[in-house]
């Protein structure tokens, strides 16, 4: 049994504390070196010039805003199914950096758009099942502050989580599916169409996304560990702790 300790929430709060500032620093050192990878070293590109720049930023924030719902809708199905309270705690802390990477990665893409096709946006397949991925990670967030009860809402945003999650392979697949404006997949079973070193770069900042969104997600989980856990004892002597110091 030693080895499910940490999902008692008492014994995670612990662990995440520990992880936060090594994800944290992780990210932005990785971040810097992607960004001066992708700014200065990378080439110019043949085509688009400089303005395929922002790729640095709009492919990491869209594979992680796709990423992440498919974690919360997992933890949601553990919440679910095994009835773990750690789950769904987990389950709502990503939501709000899901939401952010999937409005940074449809951001980026009207500024990418603007010099390539001419237009912000267009009703694109890809853009469009992008947005609606957005809507989805709101909607799970209101629905969640719209329901009083914790273990209802926890059940609630499963559900909703779970349902959405079909949308993830439409937005992946939607350039192969459809005739879009929306340029194919830059890396392909484990082929790029890319410069090495635009590949490097790209590969640096997904990593820092990565480890940003676990840095915030842990931080975001602690708060709500804390909040859903107040009248516990473990909490109140982490209290005393606190204003002892």
Request: proline share 3%.
């Amino acid at each position: 049994m030693s080895g499910f300790k940490y999902a008692a929430p008492a014994q995670f709060y612990s662990l995440a504390g520990k992880m936060v500032p090594w994800f944290a620093v992780l990210a932005a050192i990785l971040a810097v070196i992607g960004l001066a990878i992708g700014l200065y070293v990378a080439p110019i590109d043949v085509t688009q010039k400089d303005s395929y720049r922002i790729i640095f930023i709009h492919v990491p924030a869209a594979w992680m805003s796709m990423f992440l719902y498919v974690v919360m809708a997992f933890w949601g199905a553990m919440a679910l199914g095994l009835n773990t309270r750690l789950s769904a705690m987990m389950a709502q802390s990503i939501a709000p950096t899901g939401a952010l990477m999937t409005a940074l990665a449809l951001w980026t893409g009207a500024l990418w758009g603007k010099p390539t096709w001419g237009t912000y946006w267009a009703w694109d397949a890809r853009m469009t099942s992008e947005l609606i991925l957005l809507f989805l990670y709101l909607g799970i967030i209101a629905l969640r502050n719209a329901i009083d009860d914790p273990r209802r809402a926890d059940k609630a945003c499963s559900v909703l989580a779970l349902v959405g999650v079909v949308n993830v392979p439409i937005i992946y697949y939607s350039v192969n599916w459809w005739n879009t404006l929306h340029q194919g997949a830059t890396i392909k079973m484990g082929k790029a169409s890319i410069d090495d070193i635009m590949l490097a770069g790209l590969l640096v900042m997904v990593f820092a996304f990565w480890f940003y969104s676990i840095a915030v997600t842990l931080v975001r989980l602690r708060a709500i560990i804390l909040e859903r856990e107040a009248g516990a004892a473990w909490v109140a002597r982490l209290a005393e702790v606190k204003e002892e110091r």
